[in-house]
């Protein structure tokens, strides 16, 4: 079920009855073996019988860990591609990161879908006016782990007015040196770029573009940054650990 959430209304996209990606990955991350059990209930096995609570996790079963699921797209096999997204399927596949805590999950999932995450360098920051004040937040935090920020002037003005140290560099269209020759140059570690209407979307194309064919963690979105900042934070407080899956769970099933 693919469901769409704006504001207190709840809308249902729509409704497939199969689950491809959905099933191993809830599997994996509750200890469930559901396929096992969808095919004994077809040979009339009661699901009672499974020992199932009300959330379908089993019983005998205490986890406490979390699951992020982050999607695979191929854009870097077609050149000019946007990689900016929208409500058509483009991912190719899904990875999986498991921890005790959403920082090191989120971490682990960056990781598998092929990105490398800092934990120093430059940050750039370009962000629209309403999501100033969290980026003021960002900035701050991010500073304060040791990163160095790199912002165009409109977000620039609003950091430095905070007294958030920054360096000023030109958007694409103010001219040469600007922000994507820094990070064709390798001068940029991690990008937090939201965007608002359709000609500040194309603006930022070769931003897009740019991040992915040098592999530079890209976040469009303020949740998006949030999270990597935790990521960022996990890698910096104590690295992350290897652990089978069946470690995450009191009993097998």
Do not use: W
């Not at 360096?167 to 269209?173: A, E, F, G």
Request: net charge positive.
């Amino acid at each position: 079920i693919q469901f769409a959430v704006k504001d207190d209304d709840i809308y249902i996209i729509e409704v497939n009855p199969r689950a491809s990606r959905t099933v191993p990955f809830v599997a994996k991350a509750t200890g469930v073996p559901l396929a096992k059990i969808a095919a004994r209930l077809t040979v009339n096995e009661l699901l009672s019988d499974f020992g199932l609570g009300e959330s379908g996790v089993s019983k005998a079963t205490k986890s406490s860990h979390l699951a992020i699921k982050e999607a695979v797209f191929p854009f870097a096999r077609f050149p000019g591609v946007d990689t900016i997204l929208g409500p058509e399927m483009k991912s190719t596949g899904e990875v999986m990161g498991l921890d005790k805590d959403f920082g090191h999950a989120f971490a682990k999932s960056q990781l598998a879908s092929g990105l490398k995450i800092p934990i120093s360098g430059n940050v750039f920051i370009s962000v629209r006016d309403r999501d100033k004040p969290n980026a003021l937040v960002l900035a701050k935090s991010l500073t304060e782990l040791g990163f160095n920020i790199v912002a165009t002037r409109g977000t620039a003005k609003a950091l430095e007015k905070n007294d958030i140290p920054v360096k000023i560099v030109n958007k694409v269209l103010e001219g040469r040196p600007h922000i994507v020759d820094s990070m064709t140059n390798e001068e940029i570690d991690l990008v937090i770029n939201t965007t608002e209407g359709n000609q500040s979307k194309a603006d930022s194309y070769s931003l897009r573009r740019t991040a992915l064919t040098k592999n530079i963690p890209y976040y469009t979105t303020i949740a998006g940054a949030n999270a990597i900042l935790l990521a960022i934070r996990s890698m910096i407080s104590g690295g992350l650990e290897v652990t089978p899956l069946q470690a995450y769970f009191s009993s097998g099933n």
